[in-house]
T-cell receptor, first 112, second 111 residues
């Protein structure tokens, strides 16, 4: 089956500095799309980025990610972290009909 | 506005009791899903459905049943609740374009 690996369980960063969250995947099915979800405390996950195109940079709310099928990666980056970015981030992939497969999540804590 | 509504928002259940979590969507989506979230495990798929009156097992179906009586409604049933089923449960729906809408979640505590 499909799997998503997020290597960092917790990332701490100082406000204003860059942050990068790693995501790699394995899939045996035709994967339709790749996602980054963000989840704030006591809320539902909400989509941050979505991509289906190889080697195309996708941006939203200051975050960006590029899908690289050659390395099976979809890393998330932001050049300047904000206090409001503190949250739980999930990398996920979607294949036809079987829903989303999530990584274990990376908690980001931004400190002043 | 299209939405996914879960009920109840939270529940305390007794070990061995029956629990039903409900989900209603107004997105006109064919696909519906139930996920559970646990610290350290992320979100895992329990059951899903792509058409009314049919359900499929996800990655962790043991101890859970699902029911899809209509396109709009999808229930998750715990026939004999156990302590290990304490978690947050999310329902989601999706259409053909892989845009997912999540409900607000149900926080279940089994004691």
């Amino acid at each position: 089956g499909d799997s998503v690996t997020q290597t960092e369980g917790l990332v701490t960063v100082t406000e204003g500095l860059p942050v990068k969250l790693n995501c790699t995947y394995q899939t045996t099915y035709l994967t339709i799309a790749f996602f980054w979800y963000v989840q704030y405390l006591n809320e539902a996950p909400q989509v941050l980025l979505k991509s289906s195109t190889d080697n195309k940079r996708t941006e939203h709310q200051g975050f960006h990610a590029t899908l690289h099928k050659s390395s099976s990666s979809f890393h998330l980056q932001k050049s300047s972290a904000q206090l409001s970015d503190s949250a739980l981030y999930y990398c996920a992939l979607s294949n036809y009909a079987q829903g989303l497969t999530f990584g274990l999540g990376t908690r980001v804590s931004v400190f002043p | 506005e299209a939405a996914v509504t879960q009920s109840p928002r939270s529940k305390v259940a007794v070990t061995g009791g029956k629990v039903t979590l409900s989900c209603h969507q107004t997105n006109n989506h064919d696909y519906m899903y139930w996920y559970r979230q646990d610290t350290g495990h992320g979100l895992r798929l329990i059951h899903y459905s792509y058409v009314a009156d049919s359900t499929e097992k996800g990655d962790i179906p043991d101890g859970y049943k699902a029911s899809r009586p209509s396109q709009e409604n999808f229930s998750l049933i715990l026939e004999l609740a156990s302590l290990s089923q304490t978690a947050v449960y999310f329902c989601a729906s999706s259409g053909a374009n892989s845009d997912y809408t999540f409900g607000s979640g149900t926080r279940l505590l089994v004691i």
